[in-house]
C-alpha cells in the first residue's frame, strides 16, 4: 500500500516536471490564418496566366551542412547556401599545413519573423455595379475584372541584398500562412466567378473587388561571411554581424477578396 501511495505521488509529480512546450507541440501545430469566406481563389478562372512563385528551401549539401555547422550565427540564405552547394573543398593528405581565409562577402544570413497579418482589402482592382431602381425583381450580380491589374508588393525600407531578403521573407510567410505568395500578381481582363449577389428592387448594388496582401514584419540579420581552412579542418567564420528590423507586403496570388452593398442612392 506504502509502495502504492508512493508511486502515484511520482507520477503526480513526474506530470508537473514535464515542460508546457512539450504538450503545446502536440495540441497545437503550426497554426494557419484563417481565410473568410468573402475571399476567394480564381486560380482556374484567371485569364492571366501567373507564374509558380513556390520557394522551398534549398536542402544543403552534406559538405555544406558541414559548414554550415560550425557556423555561430545560423545561415538560412537560400543565395549562399546554393553557392557553398556548387562549391568543392577536397580533403588532401597534402594539406597538413595549410593555412587560408575566403572572404565571401556580407550576405543577409538569416530572417527571423516576428509579426505575419493578412489585409483582405490590401488594393482595390474592381467595381461592378447595376441600378435596379427601376426594376421589379432582384438582379443577379456578379463578378467580372473589367481591367487587367497587377498588384505588387516589396520591401517596407531599403536594404542591401534585397533580393536574397525578399525570397526568405516570403519563405517564412508561406510557412506561417499557407497561402500562395508572389510580390507581384496579375487578374487578367475578364476573369469571372460564378457567385451572386442580389441587387433588391429600388437599390443600386455594387461588388467591390480587392487584392489581399500579407504584411510580413521581422529581423534581418547581415555579417562577413569566411571560409576558414586549417589543415583538414574547414569552418565557416562571421564577423561584423548586425540585424535590423524589415517589413513587406507580399500579395497573395489568384485570390480576390469581395465586398458587397446596396444602396439608394449612388455612392
Given amino acids: 500500500m506504502k509502495f502504492f501511495r508512493f508511486a502515484m505521488i511520482a507520477v503526480f509529480i513526474f506530470s508537473f516536471c514535464i515542460p508546457i512546450n512539450s504538450f503545446a ?12 469566406s468573402s475571399v476567394i481563389s480564381i486560380t482556374k478562372e484567371n485569364t492571366y496566366p501567373n507564374p509558380t512563385q513556390d520557394l522551398p528551401s534549398l536542402q544543403p549539401s552534406e559538405l555544406t551542412q558541414e559548414l554550415l555547422d560550425t557556423s555561430k550565427v545560423k545561415i538560412e540564405n537560400p543565395h549562399l547556401i546554393r553557392m557553398l552547394n556548387e562549391s568543392s573543398f577536397n580533403k588532401s ?9 575566403i572572404y ?33 425583381a432582384n438582379f443577379q450580380l456578379h463578378y467580372v475584372q473589367e481591367t487587367q491589374k497587377t498588384i505588387k508588393g516589396g520591401l517596407t525600407a531599403k536594404v542591401p541584398n534585397a533580393d536574397d531578403v525578399q525570397k526568405m521573407m516570403m519563405i517564412k510567410a508561406g510557412e506561417k500562412t499557407n ?6 500578381t496579375t487578374i487578367g481582363a475578364g476573369t469571372k466567378k460564378n457567385q451572386t449577389y442580389n441587387v433588391p428592387p429600388n437599390r443600386l448594388g455594387y461588388l467591390y473587388a480587392y487584392a489581399p496582401a500579407i504584411n510580413e514584419k521581422g529581423k534581418i540579420t547581415y555579417g562577413e561571411v569566411y571560409i ?4 583538414w579542418k574547414r569552418y565557416i567564420v562571421t564577423k561584423n554581424v548586425t540585424s535590423q528590423g524589415i517589413g513587406a507586403w507580399i500579395p497573395i496570388q489568384d485570390h480576390v477578396s469581395f465586398g458587397f452593398l446596396t444602396s439608394g442612392q449612388q455612392r
Avoid: C, M
Fill in 25 to 36: 507541440s502536440i495540441e497545437n501545430p503550426k497554426e494557419k490564418i484563417n481565410i473568410p
Fill in 93 to 101: 593528405p597534402f594539406s597538413i599545413g595549410l593555412r587560408a581565409t
Fill in 104 to 136: 565571401l562577402g556580407e550576405w543577409p544570413l538569416n530572417y527571423e519573423s516576428t509579426e505575419t497579418v493578412p489585409n483582405w482589402e490590401y488594393q482595390k482592382i474592381n467595381t461592378n455595379y447595376h441600378d435596379n431602381r427601376g426594376g421589379e
Fill in 179 to 184: 497561402v500562395p505568395l508572389a510580390f507581384s
Fill in 228 to 231: 576558414v581552412f586549417k589543415g
